[in-house]
T-cell receptor, first 116, second 112 residues
Framework: EAQVTQNPRYLITVTGKKLTVTCSQN?????MSWYRQDPGLGLRQIYY???????DKGDVPEGYKVSRKEKRNFPLILESPSPNQTSLYFCASSLSYAGFGRYEQYFGPGTRLTVT | GENVEQHPSTLSVQEGDSAVIKCTYSDSASNYFPWYKQELGKGPQLIID?????GEKKDQRIAVTLNKTAKHFSLHITETQPEDSAVYFC???????????FGGGTRLMVKP
């Protein structure tokens, strides 16, 4: 089944304790992205990757890191989490970022992170 | 950067009625406008999209209209059903094609 998976689905942690949220897709997609969802703000893009070893900042990159060593995986790293990073996080992927019909982004199920 | 405003933030309709959600955007170079539906506990899922060279697109009970001059686009759902209840997000794709900017979302409730 074609899908985007994220782990963990739920995480409660404390300020300053490094954590990684994994994201994997099995559709051979070039483009992957991380978003955070907060009430009233919609989804805001944190980082995106157009291909292996190619990553760039989105609208809200502060406090986050990413890497894209393999095409299928795009982990999100919080080196020193703070309470304002408490949010619902979504990973997404699409076939490409260019070319009509290739834009559709497929979203993972989400990771609810609480930082105390 | 790009900005997308979405209205209303909540919408309650009776089953069988129509629902309309509107979005305005700021970047006149944007060329692709998708709509996503998010059900409780799930990630958003694309339901319809439109490119900038098209004014309207329909898919069964849902339709999207785009007014490039006024920089706004709308989602229309006819004959609403309880399973249409969800949060809906509009978005715009920037000209470079590497980023989507989302609206704040609309919680649609369809009362049986």
């Amino acid at each position: 089944e074609a899908q985007v998976t994220q782990n963990p689905r739920y995480l409660i942690t404390v300020t300053g304790k490094k954590l990684t949220v994994t994201c994997s897709q099995n559709m051979n997609h070039e483009y992957m992205s991380w978003y955070r969802q907060d009430p009233g703000l919609g989804l805001r893009q944190i980082y995106y990757s157009m291909n292996v070893e190619v990553t760039d900042k989105g609208d809200v990159p502060e406090g986050y890191k990413v890497s894209r060593k393999e095409k299928r995986n795009f982990p999100l790293i919080l080196e020193s989490p703070s309470p304002n990073q408490t949010s619902l996080y979504f990973c997404a992927s699409s076939l490409s970022y260019a070319g009509f019909g290739r834009y559709e982004q497929y979203f993972g199920p989400g990771t609810r992170l609480t930082v105390t | 950067g790009e900005n997308v405003e979405q209205h209303p933030s909540t919408l309650s309709v009776q089953e069988g009625d129509s629902a309309v959600i509107k979005c305005t955007y700021s970047d006149s170079a944007s060329n692709y406008f998708p709509w996503y539906k998010q059900e409780l506990g799930k990630g958003p899922q694309l339901i319809i999209d439109i490119r900038s060279n098209v004014g309207e697109k329909k898919d069964q009970r849902i339709a999207v209209t785009l007014n490039k001059t006024a920089k706004h686009f709308s989602l229309h759902i006819t004959e609403t059903q309880p399973e249409d209840s969800a949060v809906y997000f509009c978005a715009e794709r920037n000209n470079a094609g590497n980023m989507l900017t989302f609206g704040g979302g609309t919680r649609l409730m369809v009362k049986p």
